[in-house]
């Protein structure tokens, strides 16, 4: 039993993930980190990075981790190493202004790091999350067909 588990824990490392699961993965992460929760009123949304952050030390220590785990994501889809220092200066940052008492709490809720970083993801792989500014084709009234 215990030789069949392990055979089909050696075709699952086979097999890998495929570029679309990464994605979907670092996209979930980001949006629960930046994006889970509308503030009533405000309009604003939060995420978990904000909420875990009021807790002092610990808060941003788990931020943190769990933004890591974006950046290396973004390694294993082969970014470059400037991109991903560029990842690692927006979780830097985060992590250290979040760190400071009411003052991080409030940066949190507008700094939006893992967004940030999957911009740079997106952008590297060549993945448009905006619809195009031009229409092609030929623009016709409707009265005059």
Same mark, same amino acid.
């Given at each position: 039993?215990?030789?069949?588990?392990?055979?089909?824990?050696?075709?699952?490392?086979?097999?890998?993930?495929?570029?679309?699961?990464?994605?979907?993965?670092?996209?979930?992460?980001?949006?629960?980190?930046?994006?889970?929760?509308? *503030?009533?009123?405000?309009?604003?949304? #939060?995420?978990? /990075?904000?909420? !875990? =952050?009021?807790? &002092?030390?610990? %808060? $941003?220590?788990?931020?943190?981790?769990?933004?890591?785990?974006?950046?290396?994501?973004?390694?294993?889809?082969?970014?470059?190493?400037?991109? *991903?220092?560029?990842?690692?200066?927006? #979780?830097?940052? /985060?992590?250290? !202004? =979040?760190?400071? &008492?009411?003052? %991080? $709490?409030?940066?949190?809720?507008?700094?939006?790091?893992?967004?940030?970083?999957?911009?740079?993801?997106?952008?590297?792989?060549?993945?448009?999350?905006?619809?195009?500014?031009?229409?092609?084709?030929?623009?016709?009234?409707? =009265?005059?067909?």
């Amino acid at each position: 039993m215990k030789a069949a588990r392990g055979d089909m824990f050696e075709v699952l490392k086979a097999a890998g993930s495929t570029r679309e699961d990464a994605l979907a993965r670092i996209g979930l992460l980001a949006k629960l980190l930046d994006n889970a929760f509308l *503030i009533p009123g405000l309009n604003r949304r #939060v995420g978990l /990075d904000a909420v !875990i =952050g009021l807790v &002092p030390g610990v %808060g $941003d220590a788990i931020s943190a981790a769990l933004a890591s785990y974006i950046i290396w994501e973004a390694r294993r889809l082969g970014l470059p190493r400037w991109k *991903i220092a560029r990842m690692v200066g927006n #979780v830097a940052v /985060d992590t250290a !202004i =979040g760190a400071i &008492p009411l003052a %991080g $709490d409030v940066f949190d809720v507008f700094f939006k790091a893992n967004q940030r970083n999957l911009r740079i993801i997106h952008e590297h792989l060549g993945i448009t999350k905006r619809r195009p500014r031009e229409i092609e084709g030929t623009a016709v009234r409707v =009265g005059e067909r």
